[in-house]
């Protein structure tokens, strides 16, 4: 480890991003994202990689799947409006099955919105953005330190299971700066390859773990890449069997890995008789909340995923089967809530506390937000 050092949200996206052995970056800037495109053009290169501006967002994820398929570990970074700009390309690079890491530094919306102020606007768009069934791996740190963690972490999953990954969070952890010990090495998941015959590569033919080896545009092998269905052999099909194959291996090589993806911090449960469910910046907000409300004799705990897709529907309701009321605090109109309702089933109330006016959550409002039963209150 080195010393502590002061860094800003979006440059610890891209300390991690270099970190996890990203050498492309294509990107257009847009706020509160542009800090990590001005860092990545002046870093990346001296570390050998490549930077490109591009016209828009849509070219740049096109290029970000091109240079992946070309071998590199390749990003690039956004917020809303151009998120929105991408989700064809993010189909695109499921479908085709491209790694790649996608940043989503969210504001307030729709359209051009509140550019300067934060939001958690963008979390059912990281989900369903794109269509037809698919998976989603979606990441949400809550400081600065886990915007690095988590950047590394996006990209080793990119790599392993051949899937876009996408990073997402607000405005006020991107232009945070925090006091951070960072590590010197991180461990570092490179994409698999085949140890076969060139002449009997099948592109599209899982192994064990589902995930096909990959090689790159030159190691001379002949592959086809298309975001039609396709067979084993990586060409078009309409055929049911050889459709149907594809997308359920494409969704389940992921959520049957969902231990190995999914983190969800709990805080202070094993007594708590009500919880705060909350992720990102209000996570954070949270946490402060419970410590607060424990010093004013209140059973308060903390239920914060780090992994939003998959959802943890599982440690959701182990939490909830064990408390009176949970808290869902969103900064947005209730994007996630109906998740949590989904997974509590009826076994306990469930609560929102929703902003979506451009301010954060604070903790003194999360703590008049929770019920009272003792009548304890700071």
Known sequence: MSGAKLVQGN?????????????FYAGYPITPSSEIAEIMVRRLPDAGGVFIQMEDEIASLATVIGASLAGSKAMTATSGPGFSLMQEHIGFATMAEVP????????????TGLPTSPSQGDIMQARWGTHGDHPAIVLAPSSV???FDLTV????????????VILIYDEIIGHTRESVVLPDRVDIVDRSRPNGNPSTYQPKAPAANGVPPMVAFG????FHVTGLTHNEH?????????TEALITRIHDKVYDHQDEISAVEEFM?????????????????????????RRAGMKVGLIRPLTLWPFPYAQVADVAAGIDTLLVAEMNL????????????????VIGHLRADGEPITPADLIAALPDPAGART
Do not use: H, W
């Not at 109906?338 to 009826?346: F, H, K, L, Q």
């Open 11 to 23: 440059e610890a996206c891209v300390r991690g991003a270099l970190a996890a052995g990203c050498n």
């Open 334 to 349: 209730g994007q996630l809530i109906g998740e949590v309702e989904r997974a509590v089933a009826g076994t306990t109330e």
């Open 100 to 111: 790649c890491v996608i940043v989503d530094v969210m504001r307030g919306g729709p359209s």
């Open 153 to 164: 972490k996006a990209f080793n999953l990119a790599e392993r299971f051949r899937t876009p």
């Open 234 to 242: 990586g060409f078009p099909t309409t055929d049911p069997g050889d």
């Open 269 to 293: 449960l094993d007594d708590a008789e009500v919880a705060i469910f909350a992720y990102g910046i209000v996570g954070r907000s949270a946490r402060e909340a419970v410590l607060r409300a």
């Open 219 to 222: 190691d001379g092998y002949r």
């Open 145 to 147: 330190g886990e915007v």
